[in-house]
């Protein structure tokens, strides 16, 4: 044994091929759904995966194999994904830049420089990418360059377009106990920004319906001021609703919103988990758990969610305790499990790729 | 580019190891010049043999760098001189600045405390001791117990810890006619480092003497690093990583009338720094920068010794501030600018009564008052009061003693906001065992049992959002059967060898776990939950004597399975993060004439990063050939030391903590002198 630390080869980590897991197939006008893994900030491990659909596979942590020659790869906490095109965007966090792939062989295109970015949005050929700093960054994306910057609140976070207008969740993280509570208007057209709607304390996801509306959540101060989930009504850009919900993160397809929530209870010392399902036509909670066979016990912290936009098979992601790999659940329509397979460390972003 | 996945490092460095060995243990080129010994080198064998037996007959494992080792050793600072023990693993952050702590048999850092002087170095606020900030170049010891010291009369913190680093700064001691002495020395090298010291020691009276050790370091601890795939291959500079730190220490050293001794010490050491944070994809450059003034004043007065009483009063005020800057995090109010300060006041009585002759019992009552000071928004401002009482008993016969002693803990924090973690009263015991089974000396078996548990530090509790009031003391049981084995020989090459072999069993429950976060000052708080740790440490050492060459060899070696056994956990066990299952060093030196040749051999095998031990998490076994030369010349009536290092001679990249790259290939030379 002792032989062995003297003989033994030092073995290098090298290139970590991705990790293939049978899935249920599915033939649809989906090819297959892009699962971002942020990894914990620090640890460079950002990774990406693949469920392909047709074939019924998981491919886990592809973007090493299929781009060797990166210099330490995808990087540290990623945070967005979106195809656009024909290339899927990573919005990279903590490695302060934008990854541009091919979507179909996931081969890396370019890349831009965003200091601490954090999601993106597209709009008639420029992508517009959050940064900390408290700008929207506009990225033209024949030239993959910033072309210019849109002053909003601090610490921006989720965008989402409705007509030719940016709406924009300001959360001001940096500015504990002063956090800002509105969302940034801009106009696409002009790349202004033209008000800001007083809503919430720290505000995170932002997400568009069918019918003109938005709905935004609030982290709320981790103190007093619980959680929260808001609609603003793009037509008055006024709030027209408050849900007195509490919600980590929210997800639409066509009629309903999905949302999950985790907040921490100091009475009971453990994690208080919800899954609401709302009517948006409506705006009416819907009584029960969008998770109806019981597999919400299994479930640690769930981290990402995503309903798919032809079957609403709903997409659960686990992040556990954040420092080890995931799970990703699948569900069918009605709540019911349909498989489950590891992921990277902290999946939380969704990317359907369809035909 | 390096396109073969595997390179094999380790066949070079095992024929270097070889090639040195030879040179040490067969030393026929050197045989040649062999003449008469000198008596004085004979002696400081004896001496040395003599300490060995003295590591030899604890029932607890010690292990021990003192004097002329510590010197020859490339090293700075007691961080790089304790990487040698076996059971060690050092968390090292890379460079010169570079955060350095301890872990031991892998119950953590936070369950080694750090003696200087006797004294414990608090830490409430993160429960750890940056042993980078402690340079070589003012101290003569440094000594590891595993579970702990097995003396009597020392402070009830002495029993308070599941492992205990001793570091110990030389007392005043004059040649007759001899009134006072100096040392200056000045050492360079890689990183652009500089470091003057200057030593001065005054007797003032028979009874009163008098020392100041003072000290400057400077680098930009710039480095090279390199990270590859096989396929991509990048090297690049380490940058912010100057340094710029200053040390002060001055002793009085005194005996009283009914020689009684006591000793009054001052230290200050104040830095500031840049703080290079986690090398990721496109991220390369850091701008952070902390600053840090540690001041304590600390005093004790040990009573004459005595067959049936003896008594050692202790007492301590520390001061220590840190500012932590980062100017990439702009809020409202400007910049990320966090200021902590901490406050200790300590006293410790300790009562030892020898009640037959082979009965001794002792008391020990210690006492700490801790607060922490933050500019931070909704700061708790923590306060503690910790009481700590020692019963120990130990009976002594020739062939077998056994101590066993009992620990009270009383802890009351005390917060301005937010919810207190409230009173906290625990009783711990520990027993242990020597025994010498054969009428000759030789051969010893030890044992030990300890339970101790640490609080959750401050941080741990406190800190804004992080921080959980609600967590529990974290508890570590150690067992350990240990065989030691030691002879002398004469008239033969071989002086003395001594073996120590122990195997052991730990168990962390409730174990919290710090993971680095975006940077080093940040961490999220994790429940690892259980631990079981088996392992088995093997310590050689052995002096030798070629004619006119006197040598030694060390070597240690661990091999540890730290397993993750917490029942509901993600990674059942799996090996816990940062332990490798194998590591080892080798230390070889020999003297000739005023000449001294070092080589040191450190390897760590491979570890994973996180708790899943899962190919994206592996990280690569690394080790380290450092070689130093240094040659004595004594010129009017000054003894000058030139030394020479060469350190990790075949630039080897790697990293002990993920993303935190250390330095390849390095160099330093050493002038000093004493007069």
């Known amino acids: 044994m002792l032989a062995s630390i003297f003989f033994s080869c030092r073995k290098e980590k090298g290139i970590i091929n991705e990790e293939v897991t049978k899935v249920p197939n599915q033939i649809t006008a989906i090819n297959g759904l892009y699962i971002l893994n942020e990894g914990n900030f620090g640890s460079n491990k950002a990774s990406l995966d693949y469920y392909d659909y047709a074939n019924g596979i998981y491919r886990k942590n592809i973007y090493e194999q299929a781009n060797p020659s990166v210099t330490l790869g995808l990087g540290d906490a990623a945070n967005d994904i979106k195809i656009y095109g024909s290339r899927l965007y990573i919005v990279v966090n903590g490695s302060n830049k934008v990854e541009i792939l091919d979507v179909k062989t996931a081969k890396?295109?370019?890349?831009?420089?965003?200091?601490?970015?954090?999601?993106?949005?597209?709009?008639?050929?420029?992508?517009?990418?959050?940064?900390?700093?408290?700008?929207?960054?506009?990225?033209?994306?024949?030239?993959?360059?910033?072309?210019?910057?849109?002053?909003?609140?601090?610490?921006?976070?989720?965008?989402?377009?409705?007509?030719?207008?940016?709406?924009?969740?300001?959360?001001?993280?940096?500015?504990?106990?002063?956090?800002?509570?509105?969302v940034s208007v801009i106009d696409l057209n002009t790349n202004t920004e033209l008000k800001r709607i007083d809503v919430d304390v720290n505000l995170h996801h932002l997400k568009a319906d069918q019918y003109g509306d938005i709905y935004v959540t609030s982290r709320g101060n981790y103190a007093n001021i619980p959680s929260n989930l808001y609609v603003i009504d793009t037509k008055t850009d006024a709030v027209k609703k408050k849900f007195n919900i509490t919600a980590s993160d929210i997800c639409i397809d066509k009629d309903f919103a999905y949302i999950y929530s985790v907040e921490w209870s100091s009475i009971t010392s453990s994690n208080v988990v919800s899954y609401t399902k709302i009517n948006i036509k409506d705006e009416t909670i819907i009584p029960s758990n969008f998770i109806t066979d019981g597999t919400e016990k299994e479930i640690e912290i769930p981290y990402g969610l995503a309903i798919d936009p032809l079957?609403?098979?709903?997409?659960?992601?686990?992040?556990?305790?954040?420092?080890?790999p995931g799970t990703l659940y699948c569900f069918d329509k009605y709540g019911k499990k349909k498989f489950s397979v590891t992921t990277g460390d902290i999946p939380g972003h969704f990317a359907f790729y369809t035909k | 580019m390096i396109k073969n996945k595997n390179a094999c490092l380790g066949i070079g460095c095992f024929y270097f190891a070889?090639?040195?060995?030879?040179?040490?243990?067969?030393?026929?080129?050197?045989?040649?010049?062999?003449?008469?010994?000198?008596?004085k080198q004979l002696n400081e064998i004896q001496i040395k043999a003599k300490k060995i037996n003295l590591l030899q007959s604890s029932p607890t494992p010690v292990q021990n760098l003192g004097g002329d080792d510590l010197k020859r050793l490339s090293s700075l600072s007691v961080a790089d001189a304790i990487r040698y023990f076996s059971g060690v693993q050092l968390k090292d952050y890379g460079g010169i600045g570079g955060l350095k702590t301890i872990n031991v048999r892998s119950m953590g850092s936070n369950h080694t405390a750090v003696f200087y002087d006797g004294i414990q170095l608090g830490n409430a606020q993160n429960g750890q001791v940056d042993l980078?900030?402690?340079?070589?170049?003012?101290?003569?010891?440094?000594?590891?117990?595993?579970?702990?010291?097995?003396?009597?009369?020392?402070?009830?913190?002495?029993?308070?810890?599941?492992?205990?680093?001793?570091?110990?700064?030389?007392?005043?001691?004059?040649?007759?006619?001899?009134?006072?002495?100096?040392?200056?020395?000045?050492?360079?090298?890689?990183?652009?480092?500089?470091?003057?010291?200057?030593?001065?020691?005054?007797?003032?009276?028979?009874?009163?003497?008098?020392?100041?050790?003072?000290?400057?370091?400077?680098?930009?601890?710039?480095?090279?690093?390199?990270?590859?795939?096989?396929?991509?291959?990048?090297?690049?500079?380490?940058?912010?990583?100057?340094?710029?730190?200053?040390?002060?220490?001055?002793?009085?050293?005194?005996?009283?009338?009914?020689?009684?001794?006591?000793?009054?010490?001052?230290?200050?050491?104040?830095?500031?720094?840049?703080?290079?944070?986690?090398?990721?994809?496109?991220?390369?450059?850091?701008?952070?920068?902390?600053?840090?003034?540690?001041?304590?004043?600390?005093?004790?007065?040990?009573?004459?010794?005595?067959?049936?009483?003896?008594?050692?009063?202790?007492?301590?005020?520390?001061?220590?501030?840190?500012?932590?800057?980062?100017?990439?995090?702009?809020?409202?109010?400007?910049?990320?600018?966090?200021?902590?300060?901490?406050?200790?006041?300590?006293?410790?009585?300790a009562n030892q009564y020898q009640i037959d002759t082979f009965w001794v019992i002792s008391l020990s009552a210690d006492y700490s008052f801790q607060k922490l000071d933050a500019n931070l928004q909704s700061f708790a401002y923590p306060s503690r009061n910790t009481t700590l009482i020692a019963f120990a008993n130990t009976l002594r016969w020739p062939r077998f003693n056994v101590q066993a002693n009992l620990l009270a803990t009383i802890i009351n924090d005390k917060v301005k906001t937010n919810i207190p973690a409230g009173n906290k009263a625990a009783y711990t015991p520990t027993i242990m065992a020597s025994w010498q089974p054969f009428n000759t000396a030789n051969l010893r078996i030890r044992a030990f049992y300890k339970s101790i548990f640490r609080m959750p530090t401050f941080n741990d509790l406190y800190y804004t959002f992080i921080g959980n009031s609600t967590l529990k003391p974290e508890y570590a049981t150690q067992y350990d059967l240990g065989i030691t084995f030691s002879k002398s020989f004469t008239n033969v090459s071989?002086?003395?060898?001594?073996?120590?072999?122990?195997?052991?069993?730990?168990?962390?429950?409730?174990?919290?776990?710090?993971?680095?976060?975006?940077?080093?000052?940040?961490?999220?708080?994790?429940?690892?939950?259980?631990?079981?740790?088996?392992?088995?440490?093997?310590?050689?050492?052995?002096?030798?004597?070629?004619?006119?060459?006197?040598?030694?060899?060390?070597?240690?070696?661990?091999?540890?399975?730290?397993?993750?056994?917490?029942?509901?956990?993600?990674?059942?066990?799996q090996q816990i993060p940062y332990i490798p299952v194998q590591s080892a060093s080798i230390l070889l030196g020999a003297d000739w004439k005023s000449f001294g040749l070092n080589y040191s051999y450190i390897f760590t095998g491979e570890r994973y990063s996180q708790k899943a031990n899962i190919p994206e998490n592996y990280v690569p076994a690394w080790f380290t050939h450092d070689l130093s030369l240094q040659k004595n010349i004594i010129k009017n009536k000054i003894n000058y030391r030139i030394a020479a290092e060469v350190n990790n001679l075949l630039n080897q990249y790697y990293d002990v903590v993920l993303n935190y790259p250390m330095p390849g290939r390095n160099y330093r030379l050493t002038l000093s002198a004493d007069f």
């Open chain 1, 108 to 182: 890396k295109i370019g890349q831009v420089d965003v200091p601490n970015c954090r999601y993106i949005s597209f709009y008639k050929n420029n992508a517009y990418v959050t940064a900390y700093a408290g700008y929207v960054a506009v990225i033209d994306t024949a030239a993959l360059a910033v072309k210019t910057q849109i002053a909003v609140g601090q610490q921006p976070e989720e965008m989402a377009i409705v007509g030719s207008k940016l709406y924009v969740a300001n959360s001001g993280g940096y500015n504990y106990p002063n956090y800002e509570h509105t």
């Open chain 2, 132 to 349: 980078g900030k402690f340079s070589l170049d003012n101290i003569e010891e440094v000594t590891l117990y595993s579970g702990q010291k097995s003396a009597l009369l020392m402070p009830a913190k002495a029993y308070a810890s599941a492992s205990a680093l001793y570091i110990k700064t030389p007392v005043p001691k004059f040649e007759p006619n001899q009134n006072h002495y100096f040392k200056a020395s000045l050492k360079s090298g890689s990183f652009d480092f500089i470091n003057p010291s200057f030593n001065y020691t005054q007797k003032l009276s028979k009874k009163l003497s008098f020392n100041l050790s003072t000290e400057i370091l400077n680098a930009s601890g710039k480095y090279k690093y390199r990270y590859t795939n096989g396929v991509y291959d990048t090297t690049v500079t380490r940058t912010n990583t100057d340094i710029f730190a200053k040390r002060m220490e001055a002793g009085l050293y005194g005996l009283t009338a009914d020689s009684s001794k006591w000793q009054v010490k001052l230290y200050n050491y104040n830095s500031e720094r840049g703080v290079p944070g986690a090398i990721v994809a496109n991220k390369f450059n850091f701008s952070q920068r902390q600053w840090d003034d540690n001041f304590f004043l600390q005093s004790s007065y040990q009573s004459k010794e005595n067959k049936h009483y003896q008594y050692l009063f202790n007492a301590k005020y520390a001061y220590d501030f840190t500012r932590y800057l980062d100017p990439d995090r702009i809020s409202l109010n400007g910049p990320l600018n966090n200021k902590y300060t901490q406050q200790e006041t300590y006293f410790s009585f």
């Open chain 2, 18 to 39: 070889i090639a040195t060995c030879l040179g040490v243990v067969c030393p026929n080129f050197l045989w040649a010049q062999v003449d008469s010994a000198k008596i």
């Open chain 2, 494 to 573: 071989l002086q003395s060898i001594s073996i120590q072999t122990d195997a052991y069993y730990n168990q962390v429950t409730d174990k919290i776990v710090a993971v680095p976060t975006l940077n080093l000052f940040r961490w999220t708080m994790l429940n690892l939950g259980k631990v079981s740790i088996k392992g088995i440490e093997t310590n050689v050492q052995s002096l030798w004597q070629f004619g006119e060459i006197k040598a030694t060899a060390k070597m240690g070696y661990t091999f540890e399975k730290a397993l993750d056994v917490t029942p509901t956990g993600n990674s059942y066990k």
């Open chain 1, 311 to 324: 079957s609403s098979d709903i997409y659960v992601t686990d992040a556990k305790d954040y420092v080890t």
